[in-house]
């Protein structure tokens, strides 16, 4: 069946270094993905999203890589900084299913950002 | 920016009790979303709506249901609260299939 899964739970990083978080999907149809920052007692932001055809997209600090060979998304955070640390979701679209068009979010990964 | 207003932040109520959540989006967007937020099982989509007067289940629909009677309001409704229903509710909007989904800022439910 589906899935949008993240590899890792948590991640630590010292500030100023920079992130990487990754996450795995399994429906080979799907053709959008769209990473979310969620700070505690907040609902969800929007960081950068990439359509399928596309490997690569940057955006201020932030860059998301797409590997459709390998069903593989990353989010890349340069320069890490304390006010990144939130707890992050990929999601992807889910074309092919009986939810056609709707985003299927995985479980999240929290990031901790040391001083 | 698209602005997503949930009328409470938290709410507090007792088993069996009907309650309300509602949502109000500023941007025309024809549809809306609910999804309730479990630590460990990330956000699962309850109900949907493409449009006033239209809704559609989600992948966990038992136990709620939903009004949509003017465009910019969608309300997410429990007919008798459980439990197992104590959750964060965040409601949701975009304008289009393949479109970002602007959230609100929750609503951390609380049946007791």
């Known amino acids: 069946g589906e899935s949008v899964g993240l590899h890792l739970p948590t991640l630590s990083v010292q500030e100023g270094d920079n992130s990487i978080i990754n996450c795995a999907y399994s429906?080979?149809?799907?053709?959008?993905f769209i990473w979310y920052k969620q700070e505690s007692g907040k609902g969800p932001q929007f960081i950068i999203d990439?359509?399928?055809?596309?490997d690569k997209r940057q955006g201020q600090r932030v860059t998301v890589l797409l590997n459709k060979t390998v069903k593989h998304l990353s989010l890349q955070i340069a320069a890490t900084q304390p006010g990144d640390s939130a707890v992050y979701f990929c999601?992807?679209?889910?074309?092919?299913?009986?939810?056609?068009?709707?985003?299927?979010f995985g479980q999240g990964t929290t990031l901790q950002v040391k001083p | 920016d698209v602005k997503v207003t949930q009328s409470s932040r938290y709410l507090v109520k007792r088993t069996g009790e009907k309650v309300f959540l509602e949502c109000v989006q500023d941007?025309?967007?024809?549809?809306m979303f609910w999804y309730r937020q479990d630590p460990g099982l990330g956000l699962r989509l309850i109900y949907f709506?493409?449009?006033?007067?239209?809704?559609e289940k989600g992948d966990i629909p038992e136990g709620y249901s939903v009004s949509r009677e003017k465009k910019e309001r969608f309300s997410l409704i429990l007919e008798s609260a459980s439990t197992n229903q104590t959750s964060m509710y965040l409601c949701?909007?975009?304008?289009?299939?393949?479109?970002?989904?602007?959230f609100g800022s929750g609503t951390q439910l609380s049946v007791l």
């Open positions: 999601a992807e679209n889910s074309h092919g299913s009986s939810n056609t068009g709707k985003l299927i």
């Open positions: 429906n080979s149809a799907s053709d959008y």
């Open positions: 990439i359509r399928s055809n596309m």
């Open positions: 941007m025309d967007h024809e549809n």
């Open positions: 709506s493409y449009d006033v007067k239209m809704k």
């Open positions: 949701a909007t975009d304008r289009g299939t393949n479109e970002k989904l602007f």
